[in-house]
């Protein structure tokens, strides 16, 4: 872990804007030589240690960086007490940003990593922070429920998002609904879901094949949505015991 230097707030907020040019950048040479000007400048530039980390590395190696990018952003933030007096309203300080990207990405590696219990507690405590949730974090912690098989968690999770809007919490009622022996809520639930977005239901019924890894960037209602829900809650779709059967033989409407 760098050892903290003496970086003047004009180095810094260069450090931070060459990050934020390594983000908009499709091409990797620009990104790496970006997020090295900005480690050059600032070496615990939090969004430029991000960005290299998230270069290809076994689940271990990338947990352990994210970890200490956490840490180190942590620290710099000012640690416990800024963090407690800051809580509920973390994301409408910029400053705090950075912090909370490498805590979602060290969310996202715990879920991927199949360690789901981490990633639960990651998830939990960034929405204390931000309940507004500006991450989307609550796409990540629907997945690890999902994955747990919690649907205690899931439970808890539905009720605090605007399911009537997001059709991914939409899609993860009926499934809730049903898990938990309510048919009648699920066919509520499907109405709305089927209204948000419909192209969901031919992977939803078996229809169509799971599509490949979707990234977060869709539109709402469209086939790219679709393939978000896939990436986040289709596994447990098709893993819920009747749950296929169950959807082909719901009326079209």
């Not at 960005?51 to 416990?80: C, F, N, W």
């Not at 960034?126 to 999902?146: F, G, I, K, W």
């Not at 509520?188 to 879901?193: E, I, T």
Request: proline share 5%.
């Amino acid at each position: 872990m760098p050892k903290q230097k003496k970086v003047s707030p004009e180095d810094r907020d260069q450090a931070q804007e060459l990050a934020y040019d390594a983000m908009m950048s499709t091409d990797g040479e620009e990104v790496m030589r970006l997020c090295a000007q900005a480690l050059k400048l600032d070496p615990r530039c939090t969004d430029a240690m991000l960005i290299i980390t998230r270069m290809p590395l076994d689940h271990d190696q990338a947990i352990k960086s994210l970890k200490q990018i956490v840490e180190m952003a942590y620290e710099d933030l000012g640690g416990a007490a800024f963090i407690e007096e800051n809580r509920g309203d973390f994301w409408y300080l910029v400053e705090t940003r950075p912090y909370m990207r490498a805590r979602a990405s060290l969310a996202m590696e715990y879920c991927d990593a199949g360690r789901l219990e981490q990633a639960i507690a990651e998830c939990e405590a960034m929405l204390e922070l931000n309940p507004d949730d500006h991450q989307a974090v609550r796409h990540t912690l629907l997945s690890a429920y999902l994955q747990l098989g919690d649907l205690a968690g899931l439970q808890a999770l539905l009720p605090r998002f605007q399911v009537e809007s997001e059709a991914i919490f939409a899609w993860a009622q009926v499934l809730e609904r049903f898990a938990a022996g309510d048919e009648a809520g699920a066919r509520r639930a499907l109405a709305v879901a089927r209204n948000l977005n419909r192209h969901f239901e031919a992977y939803a019924n078996g229809t169509r094949p799971l599509p490949p890894e979707q990234g977060g960037m869709y539109e709402k209602g469209e086939e790219s949505e679709a393939a978000y829900i896939c990436s986040v809650i289709g596994d447990a779709w098709l893993d819920q015991p009747g749950l296929v059967d169950w959807l082909k033989q719901q009326p079209a409407t």
